[in-house]
């Protein structure tokens, strides 16, 4: 089977119908057959943060999503653990000339120890770092 990760892009592009991806990140999920989804707590985490100046409607509707990520047999969500927080930061003092996030460090470094390399997202600096953006 298949293994991808989803990255915060993802995630947002899904949930907010008024996101310029949103049409084409719907479209292409409906079309993953027989694929495993890994992403991560601080990628979740980051999702939720987008939206806390969102209504409470809204809110709402993202805490169900993030539930249901959770509880999708063919989602892994990959626990925070101090070790992949210190690989992340690590990697980030390595690319201080790199605009990348700490979350993006830390989704990174899983990816690579789990030898993943295609990437639901359409930042770039996943492509920077040898990787396939699925949203290019």
Excluded at 43 to 52: K, Q
């Amino acid at each position: 089977m298949k293994t991808i990760f989803a990255d915060t892009f993802y995630w947002i592009a899904l949930i907010n119908k008024t996101d310029e991806w949103h049409k084409q990140v719907r479209s292409y999920s409906s079309s993953l057959k027989a694929v495993t989804i890994v992403t991560t707590e601080e990628v979740l985490t980051e999702t939720v943060n987008f939206f806390s100046n969102y209504p409470p409607l809204i809110k709402q509707t993202v805490y169900n999503f993030v539930v249901q990520i959770m509880a999708d047999p063919h989602i892994q969500v990959m626990v925070q653990e101090h070790k992949s927080f210190t690989n992340g930061l690590l990697l980030f003092q390595k690319r201080l000339d790199k605009g990348y996030s700490l979350t993006d460090c830390i989704s990174m470094e899983r990816m690579k120890n789990l030898n993943i390399y295609e990437v639901l997202t359409h930042d770039q600096h996943f492509q920077q770092e040898g990787f396939l953006i699925l949203f290019p």
